[in-house]
């Protein structure tokens, strides 16, 4: 076996062309979706300008911008205006999320409209699902996401995303959407979704926060990753078309497991709290924003993610 002087593995790193020559991981922005929000009233955030809150007027302004940029993915979020126990505007027909697909439909019609299934910011109580004595219910809560889900396709969503954790959740929106015609609309499962610190930043901007207890109920404990493959498992035999991640950074394990356990589409969700940490470090001057976030979703991608969520996704269009 030859080796040093002979193996020089620094010649392909001298020069920039060199070195891309050979890069085994590349980021293309036709993988990427960006997340938004869309509430009554509009709240720009100026520390964390992914983060943002649009009115549906606005976010026609926002989609145009992005798809003038090249992004060709996004997810939605929305913010009612009024909360109840039942999560009513989740899945009512002239919901915050329901009237921003029927503005955005017509106006971008190649634009892929994904939309985040799920009831915590409509409770409330800010759980993602229905209380009943003083617990989530797991059967009363799968009948309201897919009711939610198919009221998205209906309104015009290309994908629905189901994020909840609630067990049986994937079998009853494919049941749902195929006994009303809609079964070519693929499910994305947040079949790996972590009880995780970094998800406050998100947990602000979709006024989603519990008024009591957590969600480690529902969401997995951070220690595991054999019961990941479980739910990604439990989640295809359902109907899943294609299982995400969430977090990313701190996940990276759980993301290779999953990608070499399952030959689908895999997504990994670059959460809000991964985007505030780098924003705030680079505010601070201890790291370039750019050169940090272009590493982070390299990370993420070579850790075998195929689609990434990420609320760098606009700034990406330009960086690349």
Known sequence: MSS???????????????????RETH?????????????????????????????????????????????????????PSEKDEQATGAWEDDGIVQQALRALRPRFPELVLMTDVCLCEYTSHGHCGVIVDGEVHNDQS????????LSHVEAGADVVAPSDMMDGRVAGIREALD??????????AYSAKY??????????????????????GYQMDPANVREALRECELDLDEGADALMIKPALPYLDVIRAVREAFDVPIAAYNVSGEYAMVKAAARAGWLDERTAALESLTA????????ILSYWTKDLAQWL
């Open 300 to 307: 993420i991608k070579r850790a075998g993610a195929d689609l």
């Open 4 to 22: 040093y002087p002979d193996v020089r593995l620094r010649r392909f790193r001298r020069t920039a062309p060199l070195r891309a020559l050979v």
């Open 27 to 79: 980021l293309a922005l036709d993988q990427f979706v960006m997340p938004l929000f869309v509430a009554p009233d509009g709240l720009r955030n100026e520390e964390l300008p992914g983060m943002s809150r649009y009115t549906v007027d606005e976010l026609l302004h926002e989609v145009e911008e992005l798809v003038r940029a090249g992004v060709q993915s996004v997810i939605l979020f929305g913010i």
């Open 195 to 216: 009880a995780s610190a970094f998800y406050g930043p998100f947990r602000e901007t979709a006024d989603s926060t519990p008024s009591f207890g957590d969600r480690r």
């Open 179 to 188: 006994d009303r015609g809609c079964e070519s609309t693929p499910i994305l």
């Open 142 to 149: 799968v009948e309201l996401l897919a009711r939610t889900a």
